[in-house]
């Protein structure tokens, strides 16, 4: 179609990969509340939504107790078991802090351990109850999680299917 005058580009459909779209849902930053030191983080999905997650961010501090630790984003499903396990960072040396970025759409992890570190997660629509958590292996108990954002988008339960029946 040629724009006519007086026309604007939006009298135009053009094919587009991964092109925003329009859904019953919106887009919501939760922040989680620090844990205890020594423990990791948990968000579990309200019962009322789908939700697809797009970032989390979080700053982890390792205390000065001796050994590595490695961190990682971790999906289980309503009845505790694994659904998935991220890599969230490399080795994270005693008394250091680092921040964890990890988004949707990312291929390429970095391995920077020592100020910050990224890393793609899986584009998946997670049903409710199922919960998202970081995990850090070798956490010594003075350990700190701090500043946890979540990007999501959020589908209320009776929006999330239709019948396919005419």
């Known amino acids: 179609m040629v724009n006519q ?7 135009t459909a053009r094919l587009m990969i991964a092109a925003p779209s329009f ?5 919501e930053l939760i922040n989680i509340p620090a844990p205890a030191p ?11 939504y789908f ?20 961190l990682d984003l971790v999906l289980t499903d309503n009845n505790g078991n694994t659904v998935i396990t991220v890599p969230a960072s490399a080795h994270v040396a005693t008394g250091t802090s680092i921040d964890i970025n990890l988004m949707t759409g990312l291929q390429v992890p970095s391995s920077n ?7 793609g997660i899986p584009d998946l629509l997670v049903p409710p109850d199922w919960t998202w958590h970081a995990v850090t292996n070798f956490m010594d108990v003075a350990d700190t ?7 999501v988008q959020r589908f209320p339960n009776d929006a999330a299917s239709i019948s396919a029946v005419g």
């Open 145 to 151: 999680e701090t500043n946890i954002r979540l990007l």
């Open 23 to 27: 859904a019953v849902g919106w887009q």
């Open 51 to 70: 939700e697809r997650l797009v970032t989390a961010h979080w700053s982890f501090g390792a205390s000065a107790a001796a050994g590595n630790r490695v």
């Open 38 to 48: 020594g423990s990791d983080w948990s968000h579990k999905v309200d019962g009322r």
């Open 5 to 11: 005058p007086g026309g604007n580009t939006s009298d």
């Open 113 to 119: 351990a020592a100020l910050e570190t990224w890393g």
